[in-house]
């Protein structure tokens, strides 16, 4: 590498700052630690409160950046291999929509993938642009969703001549990702972009064992959640451009738009410092993480009535690769939802695992965890399923999605549209003020500004009358839906 990836030039700069300690006349008001109640000084130590400062001489400017974040976001650039790369303090969530702005600002159309992270529809919001839908398949086995593939985006550019650009999440949540290198091709001969939100997949470019990187398979830029699956604080990510279709203008304007003109250093400095663990160390960190969850995967598939997902689903449902640092794990066969899994596991045994669906829950593996944090889990499940293996009733599987209902209003259309709450019952024929997310397999049966169908109301009552868990709509029960005043 032709830098020098031993550099903090962020966290040295800020470490020269509280050599001189400054009196200090600006914001924040606390002043160092001064200002800090005590008790939680005496909680964490004083010497963080030190890195929370503003713009100065020694510390550059977010939005202008020139010296010492600008030195801290190349040296990021080189490391997962963009052309350009800038910090970002609220989360993948301000980047998606920054990049759903810099594609489709002005109205225009982009495709976007059915189970987009909400982002991507606030970005929508902001820039007035129109979706074109694709919707990933469902892999049967664990009723998840899979990947978007270079046929489906084609498909999509033939009645979409216009459309400016694809968006993908990959690796999803789960881990899994899409064919990024076949669909950047596809863009490409389309003159459209490829974006990719890869806020799970960060760490996926320090092993060969993971998934290829967006980067490196020729996306036009990503966004990372450098907090999610390194060492960097909660909200840190990163934007990596790749590409001449960006216009870097455009972004780094919309970037203004949906960040903080008070950026937190700390989470700058929080991005320089796991930037460089990850190139000193990265490779080791990865692997070892990759080793202790394969480890556990395969202690997990000896345990009955339960399963852990395998490198077999790559294949299937548009699925490319699957990063096994995420753990999938199934109960349902000792007929225990991954919902009722995630309480089960945290009130009786002590042990937080992230997302959850109706058949599955996550365990994401870190290379900050140890062997001690697998055992626990697996002993766990070993304790769950021999409670459980003879009374368990399978749970029932999932049913085929509805097709995806008339879009009438774009998301900014229908944000702005006066709403009225309506009872259910009288719901079909009805332009959506809302939007229902089904789990599983969480993907949205219907979107604001859609209108609902014969198909998705009787999906949806089916699931109404089970009590299945939805995401979305504003009275949980489904008892009532906000729709378009018409
Ligand atoms: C797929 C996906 N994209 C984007 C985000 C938003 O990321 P952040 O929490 O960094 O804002 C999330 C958050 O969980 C996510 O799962």
């Not at 700069?13 to 800090?36: C, D, Q, T, V, W």
């Not at 939100?197 to 060969?208: I, Q, R």
Request: glycine content about 8%; hydrophobic content about 35%; charged content about 25%.
């Amino acid at each position: 590498m032709a830098k020098d990836q031993n550099k903090t030039p962020l966290f040295d700069s800020i470490m020269e700052y509280n050599r001189l300690k400054p009196a200090y006349f600006r914001i924040p008001g606390h002043r160092y630690e001064r200002g800090i109640n005590p008790k939680w000084r005496e909680a964490v130590g004083d010497a963080i409160f030190g890195f929370d400062l503003t713009e100065t001489y020694l510390t550059d400017d977010l939005h202008n950046a020139s010296t010492y974040i600008k030195e801290a976001e190349d040296l990021a650039s080189e490391l997962w291999g963009s052309d350009y790369t800038h910090f970002l303090v609220n989360g993948s969530t301000c980047g998606n929509q920054a990049m759903v702005l810099t594609v489709c600002g002005g109205g225009g159309k982009i495709a976007i993938p059915r189970n987009a992270h909400k982002s991507a529809l606030m970005g929508l919001i902001m820039a007035g642009g129109r979706p074109v839908y694709i919707t990933p398949q469902i892999e049967p086995e664990w009723g998840l969703h899979g990947g978007i593939t270079p046929t489906q985006v084609e498909a999509m550019f033939k009645e979409n001549p216009d459309c400016r650009g694809v968006m993908v999440v990959s690796p999803t949540y789960y881990g899994l990702t899409s064919d990024l290198e076949g669909i950047a091709k596809v863009c490409h001969a389309h003159n459209a972009v490829l974006f990719v939100d890869e806020a799970h997949g960060a760490h996926t470019y320090f092993s060969p064992r993971l998934p290829k990187g967006a980067i490196q398979q020729g996306a036009d830029m990503c966004v990372q959640s450098i907090h999610k699956v390194t060492g960097s604080f909660t909200q840190s990510s990163m934007i990596h451009v790749k590409s001449k279709l960006v216009d870097r203008a455009q972004l780094e304007a919309n970037l203004h738009l949906v960040q903080s003109t008070s950026p937190s250093y700390i989470l700058m400095t929080s991005l320089d410092v796991a930037r460089e663990e990850m190139a000193l160390h990265g490779a080791e960190m990865i692997d070892n993480a990759l080793s202790l969850a394969k480890a556990a995967a395969e202690e997990i598939n000896t345990i009955p009535g339960v399963k852990c997902a395998t490198k077999e689903v790559v294949g299937r449902a548009g699925i490319n690769d699957y990063d096994e640092t995420r753990l999938i794990v199934s109960c349902a066969e000792l007929g225990i939802t991954g919902f009722d899994m995630k309480k089960i596991l945290f009130f009786d045994y002590n042990i937080d695992i992230e997302v959850t669906d109706y058949r599955n829950f996550v365990a994401i593996v870190t290379y900050a965890n140890d062997k001690s944090d697998l055992d626990r889990l697996v002993a766990a499940l070993k304790d769950i399923s021999a409670k459980n293996i003879k009374t368990g009733k399978p749970l029932p599987g999932g049913e085929p999605l509805p097709p995806i209902p008339e879009y009438v209003l774009s998301p900014r259309e229908s944000y702005f549209s006066p709403k009225k709450r309506i009872p259910w019952a009288e719901c079909k024929g009805r332009i959506m003020g809302e939007m229902i997310a089904p789990y599983p397999p969480g993907i949205p049966v219907i979107y604001n500004g859609e209108r609902m169908s014969d198909e998705v109301w009787e999906y949806l009552e089916r699931f109404r009358l089970r009590k299945g868990h939805l995401q979305g709509p504003s009275d949980p029960t489904l008892e009532t839906m906000l729709v378009i005043e018409e």
